[in-house]
């Protein structure tokens, strides 16, 4: 018998001053264990999903639930959030003067086990996780302030991601083009943590990430819901036949 580890009920979400809802009646459930693949068209809402799950204050939820471990979390701070295992890859601030990874790593370590650690201790912790995703020991130093390219935040992303131990991550590969190096670090970092009790939703426009890492269940966003849902073959299928093919098979052309 599957346990749900992240339940979304008919979720519908809007900008505070508008009146037609991104999120349309948004229905998705993720078992532990599962890696789910969220594709679609630029636009569709699937950042806005990311950022509704991560406790982002900027959006309006009209009508809808989101259940974590069975518990509602919409009402949850980000924080409390974190608490219970989820990962927001969008909780952590870009531009904080003097604050080096490390101690950003430590505070956000701290926070997830409601414990005490020395910075020596962490940097140990740290180190280890560095060296298994084969990334520079330096990266620890660098300041929160140095300016980030695309490559280097999924680094960040995933090096967090690792010292956390979350049981759900939800990664949204942003439509920026990561290069091969960053896709590499990501799927490296995802494939390592993939356990019977640990759950990913990996959103992408393009089915290229899901060369390396492979999903459980591929959905289909359009227009604020999900439209298809199939196995690794749909992605594949998508690619080959575009976006416009599912609108098509939609309205039944
Ligand atoms: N903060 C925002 N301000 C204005 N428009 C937004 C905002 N967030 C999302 N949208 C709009 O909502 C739609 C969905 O956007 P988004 O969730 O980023 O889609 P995707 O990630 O699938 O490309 C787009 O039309 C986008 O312009
Ligand atoms: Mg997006």
Redesign the pocket.
Known sequence: MKTPLLEIKDLWVK?PD?ETS??QGFNLTINEGETHALM????????????ILAGHP??EVTSGEILFKGEEILEMEPDERARMGFFLAFQYPMEVPGVTIANFLRLAYQRRFNTEVKFLQFHGILMKHLKALEMEPTFANRSLNEGFSGGEKKRLEIVQMSVLQPQMAVL?E??SGLDIDALKIVSKGVNAMRSPERSFLV?T?YQRILNYVEPDVVHV?MD?RIVKTGDRSLSVELEQKGYEWVRGELVGV
């Open positions: 900008l508008e991104i999120l679609g068209p630029n636009g569709s809402g699937k950042s806005t999903l990311a950022k900027g959006y949204d942003t439509d959103i426009h966003m604020g």
